[in-house]
């Protein structure tokens, strides 16, 4: 089955700047890789996500790179804001297994 | 539409007893899963059903839980008997058609077993 790797577990960054969140996958026939956003409390919710036939997608101040080849995503948010923080999650799946496989979060504190 | 609707938010028991969480999924999705949360395992995928067919349950950590879906508006996860390690942030989710169709989370049942 799928596994999903998912760094750093924490992140602290000053309200301006970017973060940056990195996964790795193991099936290479996954091909879809959605992220979602769970503040404090309340249920993960998609805020963007990437098919395999596209190597960057990006949604105002977030973004999302995929290298197939390495089999690794990376969730990119520029000009961070203290809204910003909460625990993010990469997965990955594919339409044959028809299973999302969750990397193990990151929580994101970003400071004001 | 109200989202997906999960029953109860809260749910304290004693070990022992018998809990059913609650799950009405988006009108017109056809993919329902469940989910279990907790800070040393993360977000889990218990099971997941396609019109209303369990497709893979292998994340059912054991034969206390059950889940069903008797039609495409309802299903249900039991837990019997529960165990104190069972406490978690239960989630249901759905999708349109597939697991690779954005998935839609119910607000979760915070389960405390004591």
């Known amino acids: 089955g799928e596994n999903v790797e998912q760094h750093p577990s924490t992140l602290s960054v000053q309200e301006g700047d970017s973060a940056v969140i990195k996964c790795t996958y193991s099936?290479?026939?996954?091909?879809?890789f959605p992220w979602y956003k769970q503040e404090l409390g309340k249920r993960p919710q998609l805020i963007i996500d990437i098919r395999s036939n596209v190597g960057e997608k990006k949604d105002q101040r977030i973004a999302v790179t995929l290298n197939k080849t390495a089999k690794h995503f990376s969730l990119h948010i520029t000009e961070t804001q203290p809204e910003d923080s909460a625990v993010y999650f990469c997965a990955a799946s594919n339409t044959g297994y028809q299973k999302v496989t969750f990397g193990t979060g990151t929580k994101l504190q970003v400071i004001p | 539409d109200a989202g997906v609707i999960q029953s109860p938010r809260h749910e304290v028991t004693e070990m022992g007893q018998e809990v059913t969480l609650r799950c009405k999924p988006i009108s017109g999705h056809n993919s329902l899963f469940w989910y279990r949360q907790t800070m040393m395992r993360g977000l889990e995928l218990l099971i997941y059903?396609?019109?209303?067919?369990?497709?893979?349950d292998s994340g059912m950590p054991e034969d206390r839980f059950s889940a069903k879906m008797p039609n495409a508006s309802f299903s249900t996860l039991k837990i019997q008997p529960s165990e104190p390690r069972d406490s978690a942030v239960y989630f249901c989710?759905?999708?349109?058609?597939?697991?690779?169709?954005?998935?839609?989370f119910g607000p979760g049942t915070r389960l405390t077993v004591l």
């Open positions: 099936d290479s026939a996954s091909n879809y």
């Open positions: 989710a759905s999708s349109y058609t597939r697991a690779t169709d954005t998935q839609y």
């Open positions: 059903f396609n019109n209303n067919v369990p497709i893979d």
